[in-house]
């Protein structure tokens, strides 16, 4: 989600000045889910939304002398407040993941998305269009030329893209204003989102922000092209989630898991955001699992404490999934977690990541660790249990809540057996063992800042990481912009990117391990 410093009060003092019905049009060229936002300007009939910008804009206009009539419209029947999972539909031989032509379902093609656009408002002249500097999205090379044999190593491009969920959008307008009607309209930014993702062509697709009332009307295209999907949509009322797509044609899905960040046991973790793990087996490679991984963090940007909590049970939860023990040999599948971490790179977060570790101090507070059992290790106690004798863990014997296993929690291990290891949690340091390095260096060799999205400044927070092991390697990535690249493009979404982040991509190369034995 963008972020405009005071940007909606500049815009409600110059549109103070024009006509009321000009004033209404331009300001509500957006509509909120569920409840529209629109105007007629012959009878100066406004309906109201569920937005914060509501209160202040009927404020603006209740001191005009024309009659304003309010209406509010009923839920629409296609919007329900529950949604169902994804499905897992089957490609057939002509899907673009079994080698044939991407087709798009009937009905339902490019073209007559962008039939439905619309004409451009009177505020869309105000907007130069979009000019991408050259090499602004290019695939550059990374690391050393691989030296395995042909045929032995399997390669596999991941894609991470945060596409800005149309709800969030209609109801954060003032945060748009450099960005014309168009290009604010979901038929227009969906039909852009799916040319974008499709003509990078990735084998595991990480999205945020994927509105929940959209699975079935457009994210169900990308199963019907030969990906199989699973999300997670944000606990309490938020209404959009993660999801992870993969080609069926590529991997087969051992398991997967969703992670709560809503914790009643702990007040610092107060908030809905979610991640989705999931475990793949490549079908050319089946003795190679890998785990991949997508969240969205806290955006607030003073709440540094809330996403460093989130980050610490994250960690803690990919190092119970990610861990194996076959008898001969034990340690972590490789990792690929991706996300809007909504972290800056100098942030505890990053550094959390990137060092594997972080002081975290003044960021601890009064939060008792011991009440959710995950340690300063980002380990959950049971987990460490577990592994000094030799065995793995399952989620019922880890103490953090989650609602679609609400049932499976168990009573053995409770905040009073932690007491043995106070030493464990609450310290002054928080670290972990994954051994994670980031895809993108967040600086240029000349030392010019990589941005990702727009908050008051260019910035990152955008990431993509991968296990450091000898299994896993990066080959190659889609290149980030400089901040001065980025000022030179102008606002997002514009007529090239449809969201308001730009989407990560890179190419990894798996490569089998020879046997200690």
Same mark, same amino acid.
Request: include cysteine.
């Given at each position: ?15 103070? !000045? ?18 529209? *936002? ?40 296609? @919007? !329900? ?54 090499? +602004?999205?290019?695939? @550059? ?38 960005? !014309? #009607? ?39 295209? +990308? ?16 209404? /959009? ?7 069926? #044609? ?14 009643? @046991?702990?007040?610092?973790?107060? &908030? ?81 990541? /990137? ?20 340690? /300063? ?44 290891? #106070? ?9 972990? !063992? ?15 800042? @990589? ?17 450091? *092991? ?6 190659? &990535? ?32 798996? &490569? ?6």
């Amino acid at each position: 989600m963008l972020k405009l410093s005071n940007s909606f009060y500049r815009y409600l003092k110059v549109t103070e !000045s024009i006509s009321v019905g000009a004033h209404v049009r331009n300001f509500t060229q957006l509509s909120c889910s569920r409840k529209k *936002c629109s105007v007629e300007s012959s009878t100066y009939t406004l309906t109201i939304n569920c937005c914060p910008c509501t209160a202040l804009q009927l404020r603006l206009l209740s001191s005009k002398k024309k009659r304003i009539r309010i209406q509010i419209p009923s839920l629409k029947s296609d @919007e !329900s407040e529950t949604f169902n999972q994804m499905s897992e539909l089957q490609p057939n031989n002509n899907h673009n993941s079994h080698g044939g032509q991407l087709i798009d379902s009937p009905g339902n093609s490019v073209n007559e998305w962008q039939m439905q656009i619309g004409d451009d408002s009177p505020h869309d002249a105000k907007i130069p269009k979009t000019s991408v500097p050259p090499n +602004f999205r290019v695939w @550059e090379p990374v690391g050393k030329r691989s030296d395995t044999i042909s045929g032995s190593s399997f390669k596999f491009k991941v894609l991470s893209y945060n596409v800005l969920a149309q709800y969030l959008l209609e109801c954060h307008p003032y945060l748009y204003t450099g960005s !014309s #009607s168009k290009n604010l309209k979901w038929k227009v930014r969906a039909a852009r989102i799916y040319d974008e993702i499709v003509n990078l062509a990735p084998d595991i697709i990480c999205l945020q922000e994927v509105q929940a009332s959209h699975l079935k009307s457009f994210y169900s295209k +990308f199963e019907n092209i030969g990906y199989v999907g699973i999300f997670k949509q944000k606990t309490g009322h938020r209404a /959009d989630g993660c999801a992870i797509y993969y080609k069926q #044609s590529m991997f087969e899905k051992e398991e997967h898991f969703t992670v709560e960040f809503h914790q009643p @046991e702990l007040p610092i973790l107060n &908030r809905d955001n979610i991640g989705v793990m999931v475990k793949l087996i490549p079908k050319n490679m089946p003795r190679m699992p890998i785990v991949v991984a997508t969240t969205h963090l806290l955006y607030s940007p003073k709440r540094t404490d809330v996403r460093l909590a989130q980050a610490q049970v994250l960690l803690a939860e990919l190092d119970r999934f990610a861990y194996y023990n076959n008898g001969r040999e034990s340690g972590h599948l490789p990792i690929i977690m991706t996300g809007d971490l909504n972290s800056t790179p100098d942030s505890a977060v990053i550094k959390l990541l /990137d060092r594997g570790l972080v002081r975290a101090s003044m960021f601890r507070g009064s939060s008792d660790w011991k009440r959710i059992g995950v340690t /300063d290790n980002c380990q959950h106690l049971s987990v460490y249990l577990d592994r000094m004798q030799g065995r793995t863990t399952e989620f019922s014997t880890t103490q953090i809540y989650n609602s679609e296993h609400s049932g499976d929690l168990s009573e053995s291990i409770c905040a009073s057996s932690c007491e043995g290891y #106070s030493a464990l949690f609450n310290k002054d340091l928080i670290g972990h !063992s994954l051994n994670l390095v980031s895809v993108y260096n967040k600086y240029k060799p000349d030392k010019q800042r @990589e941005a990702s999205t727009y908050q008051d400044q260019w910035v990152t927070v955008d990431y993509m990481y991968f296990s450091c *092991c000898s299994a896993l390697s990066l080959s190659k &990535r889609l290149r980030l912009p400089t901040v001065a690249e980025c000022e030179a493009m102008g606002c997002l979404p514009n007529d090239v990117y449809a969201s308001d982040h730009l989407a990560l991509a890179a190419v990894f190369e798996l &490569r089998p391990l020879v046997s200690s034995l």
